[in-house]
C-alpha cells in the first residue's frame, strides 16, 4: 500500500457519513445505534482525519447515550498505511491497510493498548458513491474473532 493509494482514500474517505449499525458480541448485550462518522483529509500531509460516535437506539433506559466514540489518523508512514484510533475508554489501536480492492479497505490490528481482553481487532470500509459499509471484527480471551459492529452510512455532505 502507498501514496497512491492513500490519495484515493482522501478522495472516497472525505465527508461526513451517518446512518446506523448494529453492535453484537458474546460479552455484550447485542443493540441498535446510530452512527455519525467523518474524515477531513490533509492537504499538506499525508494524512486523514477521522471522528466517529456512536449513541444507543433501542428502548432501554441507555437509548441516546454514547455508545462509541473513537477518533484518530490514517496516515502513510513508511510506505505503510496505518490507522491509528484513540477511544473514550481509554483504549488505543494501531493498524496497518493490509488490503485495498474495488472500494474496500481492510485493516488489522498491529497493536492494543489499555484493553488487556482484546486479541485481535479488524476494520473495513467499503466506499460506494455515497454509502459506507462499516463493520469491526474482533477476538477477545473469551470469544473468537468474529463480527461486533456492522453500520450502513451515506454521505450527510455532497463532495
Known sequence: MNKETLLKMKDLFAGKWTGEGFAKFPTISSTAYTEQLQFIPDTDKDAIFFQQKAWYKNDSARNGHTVF??????????????????????????????????????????????????????????????????????????????????????????K
Not at 70 to 81: A, N, P, W, Y
Not at 100 to 106: K, Q
Not at 131 to 150: I, V
Open 69 to 158: 466514540w473513537d477518533t484518530g489518523f490514517i496516515v502513510l508512514k513508511e510506505d505503510r498505511i496505518m490507522l491509528f484510533s484513540a477511544q473514550v475508554g481509554g483504549r488505543l489501536e494501531t493498524y496497518e491497510l493490509v488490503e485495498a480492492v474495488n472500494g474496500s479497505f481492510t485493516f488489522n490490528s498491529i497493536y492494543i493498548l489499555n484493553d488487556p481482553g482484546t486479541i485481535r481487532s479488524q476494520r473495513v470500509f467499503t466506499i460506494g458513491n455515497d454509502d459506507l459499509h462499516y463493520e469491526l471484527n474482533m477476538a477477545t480471551h473469551a470469544a473468537g474473532f468474529q463480527n461486533h459492529l456492522n453500520a450502513y452510512l451515506t454521505r450527510a455532505d455532497l
